[in-house]
């Protein structure tokens, strides 16, 4: 029986075929072995089945779930996070992928920390067609308050959290956009984080993604300030954050309206 914590990667899946694997291999290959990697299959109709269960005759550490019905992400997550026999989370998008030694270092990391820090982060290489740049995530410590003020620590595949985080917090069904950063500002609401100053996970840009669908990030966004705006009054920072996110609400109104041109001609 292998003493090292166990640490789960959930990988919620839809349609994505041909860059499953890229997620699923980044996975297999960690140099920290002591994994689960539980793909959550949310009704795929392409032969997304067929390329996991190919992967499951190689590496006994994959599960697969198929959902009876199409749910999105969050309900994907959700029905894992409280089942799976894990110490640590490692959330993994479909499109996207970890460098071989993200779990080794942040489990490194996380022995040398204080037992206060219950999440570990670090830098992402963010990937689109337009853009290639490095988001750094340099936030330490209690960052509730700035995390309330902005998208401070980017990326929920760039996080390892350990599971006593998820007692009463789960990804809000409700929000299919905005839904990594409402589960940052649950977290870390009563938890600590720290930070590798290192990328070890990529962004990529896919096609149908739901951040590019800005229609429905308008609704949510609305959701998003409805469901957090007394935490806003309580912590000083309700009008801030009005400007704030009315400057996104243009913003997106702008390319569903214009288009990804003009959009991008925005300062």
Known sequence: MDKKPLVSIIIPTYNRAEFLPRAVQSALDQTYTNIEIIIVDDCSPDNTKEVVKAYQKKDKRIQYLCNKKNSWACFSRNQWIHKAKWEYIQFLDDDDEISLNKLEKQLNKFEKADNKIWVITCD???????????????????????????????????????????????????????QEYDLMLQILKNWHIDYIPEVLCVVYESKDQISFNFKKKLQWNVRLITKRYKEWIKHKVFVYNIARFSYLLFRYSVWYLFGKKVYLLMP
Do not use: G
Not at 128 to 137: C, E, F, G, L
Not at 151 to 171: R, W
């Open 124 to 178: 992402v290489d963010y990937q689109r067609s337009d853009i290639h740049m490095v988001k750094k995530n340099r936030k330490k410590w209690y960052i509730f308050v700035d995390l309330l003020k902005s998208y401070c620590v980017y990326a929920t595949h760039s996080m390892l959290i350990k599971k006593e985080c998820f007692q009463n917090v789960s990804f809000d069904s409700t929000l299919v956009s905005w």
